[in-house]
Each structure stands twice: as C-alpha cells, then as structure tokens.
C-alpha cells in the first residue's frame, strides 16, 4: 500500500485488459486492484476520475494490506447457498453469513440493518419454536413443522441478495468459498457438545456424590431408631423420626418407621394405620405391602382372628421368607388353630 493516504472520494479507471470500469476508493496510485470482470490484478494508474459510484461490490471498510502491497477484497458467498447452509448445519450461522455478506456485497448499511432483523428472527424463532414444542403432536410432525416455519426465513435471505449477486458475477467476480464457514459451525457444536457434556457431567457427578453422603447420613440415623426400638424405647424413636423428617427434606420414610414404632409399642392399630399410609404412598413397593400385611397380622391376632392373620402373615413371608421370627409366628398361629 501506498504511504500516502487515500483520497474519501470513489475514483475509477479503465481495465487494461477487458475495458471494463474498475472503481476504487481506498486504493492509491501504484496499488493493486481486482478487475471483477477478468479477475486480472491491475495496478493503479496515476490518472483516475471521480465518481458518484460505490466501488462495484467491493467491501466499503479500507482493504486490508497483504505482502508485496497488493490488496485483497474478501469475495461474498452465494446468497442461493445460504439456504442449504441453513438448513442442513445452522439456520444461525445462516442468518450470520447474510449479514456478513451485505458488507461484502458492497451495501454496509444494510448489513447493519440485516443484525437488528436476525436478532428479530432469533427472537422469533425462540418463541415459535417453544410454542411447537408445547403441542401434543407426535416427534416427527414437530420436526417437520419447525423446518417449514424457516423455509420463508431461508428463502427471504436468498431473495434480498440474489439479484446484488448475480451483477457481482456479471462483472466476473467469484463467490466465496462455503467450506470454511461449515468447519467453523461443526467445530462450534462440537464445542458447545463438548462444554455440555462436561457441566452436566460435573453437575451429575456433584449430585450423586451429594445424594451418596445424604444417603449414608440417613443410614446413619435410621441405624439409631433400629436401636432404640431393640431397646423398648418406642417414644424416644418416634422422637428421633420426627428429627429426621425436619432435618431431612427428601427421607420419605417416616411413617415405615412409624409403624415400626408402635408395632413394637405393641399398639397394633397404629402401626397398622402407619403401615397402611405407607403403602398406599408407594403402591410398587412390595415391602410396603409386606410391612402392612405383619403389622396386620399382629392386630388380627390381639383381636383373635386367628385364620385372617395366618392369612396376612403368610402373605408377609412371601416377601419376606428368611424372616424367622415371623416364620415361628405363624407355626404359632398353626398351632394355635389347630388347638381350636
């Protein structure tokens, strides 16, 4: 590039090679310019002639300056393939090389405007696509309805730039290259997808590792109810699940060991309405059940109903066969019918 600096005011010149109008703004006497219609490199002459014109699809910042001088103009990319981009890697990008290209096509000012209407559509976009996911329609209609809504959006970016584009190719200039802005997009997501990855790998890790130690505290503090219950001390174990209840807001197990409580109370009504509440709050739970056919069983029997007892207890150790206590409760009951 030359020391002096350019003149504000566009300026042309004649191609020597194909005659065609070269207009320039930036470039001095001695640079080197593009011929858009040959694609020639041409220096410069001394004598140029001002003109009204915009420098012909020339990017309106200054060019930046490249070894030997030479300045190079970046090319826009095909406004026809903008729509394929979008639709096959990122509506996005898409709506991002659209404002780029206004710039490269030689019309800054709407570049400018192109930002404010693509944070429109993204805006749009957002709200459109949250409204098609809030519908009761199968995975494969949402998909499909979501690309449709983007077509008109695809083939508005296409249609304000073709015809610009088509003058800049009349004029021999190239279009540029799409392969860049794909490996620029894939190299994105694969980051995004890989930033995912790991915070909801850290999120998950921090939370099991907090769900463990939860779960070994409460371990803990059920093992100090099962030993107040062994030693008889039913109110102080009854206490001490109401302090687990309060200290813990996930232990969901309080009426288990309710039940548990004033089955050893020997307060067999209790324990069976404890019992029963507990299941019902967990009807796939086959303990649940067990707990409540026991605590029942033991109440039949205080009220001598010998047969309907042997009939829960038998129901119990269905879930429960190891239990040997239970087992010699119910040769008990056996017996005890058997005497009848």
Not at 43 to 63: D, M, N, W, Y
Not at 146 to 170: A, D, H, I, S
Not at 212 to 224: M, P, Q, S, T, V
Request: glycine share 4%; net charge negative; with cysteine.
């Amino acid at each position: 590039m030359s020391e002096k600096e350019p003149s504000n005011a566009a300026r042309k010149f004649s191609c020597p090679d194909c005659h065609a109008e070269i207009v320039i703004k930036y470039l001095n006497p001695g640079d080197t310019a593009l011929c858009r219609r040959c694609g020639s490199e041409v220096t410069v002459p001394s004598e140029l002639i001002e003109t009204e014109e915009a420098p012909s699809f020339a990017t309106q910042e200054r060019p930046e300056p490249v070894a030997g001088g030479k300045s190079v103009e970046k090319r826009p990319w095909n406004p026809r393939w903008l729509a394929f981009f979008g639709f096959f890697f990122s509506y996005a990008a898409a709506g991002f090389l659209w404002a780029l290209n206004f710039k490269r096509l030689g019309e800054p000012e709407k570049s400018r405007s192109a930002w404010l209407q693509l944070v429109f559509f993204v805006i749009a976009a957002y709200f459109v696509s949250d409204y098609i996911q809030g519908q009761d329609w199968p995975w494969l209609a949402k998909v499909i309805v979501g690309e449709l809504v983007n077509f008109p959006l695809l083939f508005y970016m296409t249609y304000t730039q073709l015809e610009r584009f088509k003058r800049y190719r009349e004029d021999g200039g190239k279009g540029a290259s799409y392969v860049k802005p794909i490996f620029v997009t894939i190299g994105t997501y694969l980051g995004i997808a890989l930033t995912l990855t790991l915070v909801v790998y850290a999120v998950a890790k921090h939370e099991v590792t907090s769900f463990l130690e939860h779960n070994a505290k409460l371990a803990a503090e059920e093992r100090i109810v099962q030993s107040l219950l062994l030693r008889g001390d039913t109110d102080s174990a009854r206490a001490y699940v109401d302090y687990m209840e309060e200290r813990y807001p996930y232990y969901r197990d309080g009426d288990y060991h309710r039940s548990y409580c004033f089955f050893f109370a020997h307060q067999y009504d209790s324990s069976v309405a404890y019992a029963e509440r507990y299941r019902d709050a967990r009807p796939d739970d086959p303990q649940a059940k067990a707990l409540f056919h026991m605590a029942r069983a033991y109440q039949r029997y205080q009220k001598g109903r010998l047969e309907d007892a042997l009939v829960d207890i038998t129901i119990y150790l269905e879930a429960n066969p190891a239990d040997e206590a239970e087992f010699l409760f119910r040769r008990r009951l056996l017996r005890e019918i058997d005497e009848k």
